[in-house]
């Protein structure tokens, strides 16, 4: 069984239908909904999610989006623990330090991002959407 952390950015592909990576991280989701796999969000994506896409179409769709991705995903908690931890990470951008501690804190597996760089300084293993599915996907 995998367990894995799907960042933000690959959240927003689907919800927001971004045709150049709506296929690539779909397919992540529909691969994590099988039933020996578990796909996670950290706790302070959702109100990110629910903050831009209100700014991109509406509240209405924002919340739609919030209860899909409720139902799609177990969530990772932040809370003061895992922010403590990521201020202390040697991972550059803080943010993405939080995602990393939230994952591992949850015992998750794997983080996919887009930015896998971006994560290099974390202690799981990360991929990007297309990696995932071609390391997982059989």
């Given at each position: 069984?995998?367990?894995?952390?799907?960042?933000?950015?690959?959240?927003?592909?689907?919800?927001?239908?971004?045709p150049?990576?709506?296929?690539?991280?779909?397919?992540?989701?529909?691969l994590?909904?099988?039933?020996?796999?578990?796909?996670?969000?950290?706790?302070?994506?959702?109100t990110?999610?629910?903050?831009?896409?209100?700014?991109?179409?509406?509240?209405?769709?924002?919340?739609?989006?919030?209860?899909?991705?409720?139902?799609?995903?177990?969530?990772?908690?932040?809370?003061?623990?895992?922010?403590?931890?990521?201020?202390?990470?040697?991972?550059?951008?803080?943010?993405?330090?939080?995602?990393?501690?939230?994952?591992?804190?949850?015992?998750?597996?794997?983080?996919?991002?887009?930015?896998?760089?971006?994560?290099?300084?974390?202690?799981?293993?990360?991929?990007?959407?297309?990696?995932?599915?071609?390391?997982?996907?059989?």
């Amino acid at each position: 069984m995998t367990s894995a952390l799907v960042d933000t950015n690959v959240w927003l592909d689907i919800i927001l239908s971004r045709p150049e990576h709506f296929d690539a991280s779909a397919n992540v989701v529909n691969l994590l909904a099988r039933p020996e796999h578990s796909a996670y969000v950290a706790g302070h994506t959702v109100t990110t999610i629910y903050y831009l896409v209100a700014k991109a179409r509406d509240e209405r769709k924002a919340m739609t989006a919030v209860r899909a991705l409720l139902d799609d995903a177990v969530v990772a908690a932040v809370g003061g623990m895992e922010l403590r931890e990521a201020a202390q990470s040697d991972i550059d951008d803080f943010e993405d330090a939080v995602v990393a501690a939230a994952a591992r804190r949850a015992g998750i597996d794997a983080i996919i991002t887009r930015n896998a760089a971006d994560f290099r300084k974390s202690r799981l293993a990360v991929y990007t959407p297309v990696e995932f599915v071609t390391s997982f996907g059989r």
